[in-house]
């Protein structure tokens, strides 16, 4: 009997560790989040399969993040291109206000949000849906490089020339407009420091994309 009382007892033990770590395990819930940076890339560099699919790919990590009754989209334009209509990145996210996972404000309006002054996104506040921050320019290995394919004032590109890596369908050769979320760059003028129309990308697969300081990563708002 007090063999068995004390296996029972240690498998109990063990049950309440178990529990314990899989509770430390859960990522921090953020429900009342309405903008965050994607904690990581895409599964495809720059193809995120279009709009819809980078929609998707926010929703997804709201909805692990506990933010998901919401309706999220990627901060990303399209150009006009094979009969697709040009659609523009800040007509995509609704009206604002947007706060960060810890409640900071981002910015009250779309307009205050592509005013260079008013927007607040830097390295403190550009958080992830886990409530992290992006490694920016100062850090060895730097992602401050965010997908947007997007002119300074949240419009999309003309025709042409490719700056939305193919619409968001390309893993490979093209291009696409990032920002700097940490609002540093080689020089002081105001596109190497934008947060949405810093320079374009080397190319659109992942290694490409690392390699001139990002990581695929898309800015997320809440357009309810």
């Not at 560790?17 to 009342?32: D, I, L, R, V």
């Not at 005013?115 to 490694?135: C, D, H, S």
């Not at 320019?137 to 999309?156: E, M, V, Y």
Request: charged share 15%.
């Amino acid at each position: 009997m007090l063999l068995h009382s004390r296996i029972a007892l240690a498998a109990a033990v063990g049950l309440i560790f178990m529990g314990a770590a899989q509770a430390q395990q859960q990522p921090p819930q953020y429900p009342n989040m309405t903008f965050f940076i994607t904690s990581q890339p895409g599964p495809d560099g720059a193809n995120f399969g279009g709009l819809e699919g980078a929609d998707k790919f926010c929703q997804g990590l709201a909805e692990k993040a506990g933010a998901g009754a919401k309706t999220w989209r990627a901060y990303l334009s399209q150009q006009e291109l094979n009969g697709k209509p040009a659609v523009n990145a800040k007509d995509r996210i609704g009206k604002g206000p947007w706060a960060n996972a810890e409640g900071t404000l981002i910015a009250a309006n779309v307009e205050d949000l592509h005013n260079a002054y008013r927007n607040r996104i830097t390295t403190e506040t550009g958080l992830t849906e886990t409530g992290k921050r992006v490694p920016s320019r100062l850090f060895t290995i730097n992602q401050h490089d965010i997908l947007t394919g997007s002119n300074a004032d949240g419009t999309a590109p003309p025709p042409g020339k490719d700056l939305t890596c193919g619409n968001w369908t390309k893993n490979g050769e093209g291009s696409a407009i990032v920002g700097h979320n940490d609002r540093m760059g080689l020089s002081d003028d105001a596109a190497a420091r934008s947060w949405n129309s810093a320079h374009p990308s080397a190319g659109c697969d992942r290694p490409a994309l690392i390699r001139t300081g990002g990581n695929g990563l898309l800015y997320c708002f809440a357009a309810n």
